[in-house]
């Protein structure tokens, strides 16, 4: 960036100041920080890899076997994971850098601390063998993966920005360590020899388990880091969410762990694990809600309207808009009109990402600016050719009427309270207020 070209802008400032990216992904070798991640990852390896190997040298059919199950397992979850974002695309190198630490380094350091803070735990507490370990592996496993996510959040080029993004990168480094760690454990169920064990520790561990087992635990503790070092709360609110959700991870997983259904490995995973998914629904919506009003927020308050409009961003906002705009746009103008809208929500979408990670004025915004406005012209296009106007789903008249931003951010607030606080709440406060406006006599009924 020259001394003429002005400075970026951005929207929901963090609290903590950090770098601009200076790489496309978390890969910067000016990161003290990235070569600590690194130097502890080789470590985990150096101390995993022996276990690894010594399963499969001991059982080498069933090994085999087990690795292909799992590895063909993570990245079924890794494609359902993409699915469920809302708005962004993290970088591949990145997200491969998350699977890495969850994979080696949170596993490896695990191997070493387990059997200390084992020890601790049967001296601190007069327990049992199966309660103990209830305890002491979410003591050890869930600040291991955590530590991962918070030196993704310190590397500027990996683009920790918001509290979404720290959910799903502690997703990512919850399924490196399930697969490494359940890769283990059915090579050793599986010493008989047949495939049928390991399917079913596919089944019971991945496709059952999976739903609450160690990607739910660290998008626990991971949305916590995503919001402190973004949001812009006080200081203690901030610790006291990273903390806090740090603490609801261990304690989740170690209310997974405990003994506490006395039945089939299959019933018991279903009855304790679906209050730890309902608590992680609850903390994946929170997320949700804190990344749209952000993206609304940028639409609102920084990038051009002709760009990305409150109004454009209206129809961006949740998956089953953008389907609805597409199937509007099918109607009127056919298949063309359908793919130059996919192709332009998808710009529109690129464009506000880039703002919120690099600022407003950086190249990536400068260049995502020109294909958003060539996909614009393309899709009038197509709509001067079906319809006679070059207006349509998605592209709203350039000389429509606006309201005003004032009016556009109450509406937006108003949304977004009814979103988390439920309408009858909101409703009863909007009654309050203006029942408080009101003169005292004339709420009576005086008329003087």
Same mark, same amino acid.
């Given at each position: 960036m020259t001394s003429t070209e002005p400075p970026v802008a951005t929207v929901a400032l963090a609290t903590i100041r950090r770098s601009l990216p200076r790489t496309s992904s978390f890969v910067d070798t000016r990161s003290l920080v990235f070569w600590a991640g690194g130097a502890v990852t080789l470590l985990g390896l150096l101390t995993w890899m022996p276990l690894v190997l010594? +399963?499969?040298?001991?059982?080498?059919?069933?090994?085999?076997?087990?690795?292909?199950?799992?590895?063909?397992?993570? %990245?079924?979850?890794?494609?359902i994971l993409y699915r469920m974002e809302l708005f962004e695309r993290r970088s591949p190198v990145t997200v491969l850098g998350a699977l890495a630490w969850g994979a080696f380094a949170a596993p490896g350091l695990a191997a070493i601390a387990?059997?200390?803070?084992?020890?601790?735990?049967?001296?601190?507490?007069? @327990?049992?063998?199966?309660?103990?370990?209830?305890?002491?592996?979410p003591l050890v496993e869930e600040p291991l993966k955590w530590l991962g996510i918070v030196a993704l959040a310190l590397i500027p080029g990996a683009r920790l920005r918001s509290t979404a993004d720290g959910l799903f990168y502690g997703a990512v480094v919850g399924l490196g360590f399930q697969v490494s760690e359940s890769f283990l454990y059915t090579?050793?169920?599986?010493?008989?020899?047949?495939?049928?064990?390991?399917?079913?520790?596919?089944?019971?561990?991945?496709?059952?388990?999976?739903?609450?087992?160690h990607p739910t635990f660290s998008a626990i503790s991971g949305a916590g880091v995503g919001y402190f070092f973004n949001a812009s709360a006080s200081v203690w609110r901030r610790w006291a969410v990273l903390l806090g959700t740090l603490g609801l991870a261990i304690a989740v997983?170690?209310?997974?762990?405990?003994?506490?259904?006395?039945?089939?490995?299959?019933?018991?995973?279903?009855?304790?694990?679906? !209050?730890? @998914?309902?608590? %992680?629904?609850?903390?994946?919506?929170?997320?949700?809600? *804190?990344?749209?009003?952000? %993206?609304?927020?940028?639409?609102?308050?920084?990038?051009?309207?002709?760009?990305?409009s409150p109004a454009h961003f209206r129809l961006l906002a949740s998956r089953r808009a953008r389907r609805?705009?597409?199937r509007d746009a099918k109607r009127v103008a056919g298949r063309p009109a359908v793919r130059a809208l996919t192709f332009l929500q998808g710009a529109q979408l690129s464009l506000l990402t880039a703002t919120h990670e690099d600022g407003w004025g950086s190249p990536r915004t400068i260049e995502l600016s020109e294909d958003v406005r060539a996909l614009q012209d393309e899709l009038g296009v197509v709509y001067s050719d079906a319809l006679g106007s070059p207006y349509g789903p998605?592209?709203? +008249?350039?000389?429509? !009427?606006?309201?005003?931003? &004032? &009016?556009? *951010?109450?509406?937006?607030?108003?949304?977004?309270?009814?979103?988390?606080?439920? @309408?009858?709440?909101?409703?009863?406060?909007?009654?309050?207020?203006?029942?408080?406006?009101?003169p005292r006599k004339r709420r009576k009924g005086d008329k003087s």
């Open positions: 010594s +399963r499969l040298h001991a059982h080498p059919a069933t090994g085999v076997l087990s690795g292909i199950a799992w590895l063909l397992y993570g %990245f079924v979850f890794m494609v387990a059997p200390a803070m084992h020890d601790l735990v049967t001296a601190t507490l007069p @327990l049992n063998d199966a309660w103990v370990s209830s305890f002491a592996a090579a050793v169920i599986s010493a008989d020899g047949t495939a049928g064990t390991v399917f079913a520790m596919v089944l019971l561990r991945g496709v059952v388990g999976g739903l609450w087992n997983h170690g209310f997974f762990n405990t003994p506490l259904v006395n039945a089939s490995p299959w019933v018991s995973s279903v009855i304790k694990g679906i !209050p730890v @998914l309902l608590m %992680f629904l609850i903390v994946l919506r929170w997320a949700h809600l *804190r990344e749209r009003r952000t %993206f609304a927020g940028l639409a609102a308050q920084v990038v051009p309207d002709e760009l990305v609805e705009v597409r998605g592209l709203p +008249r350039a000389d429509a !009427p606006q309201s005003s931003r &004032v &009016v556009q *951010r109450w509406a937006a607030d108003t949304k977004s309270r009814i979103e988390t606080e439920g @309408l009858r709440k909101v409703a009863r406060s909007a009654r309050d207020t203006a029942l408080a406006r009101i």
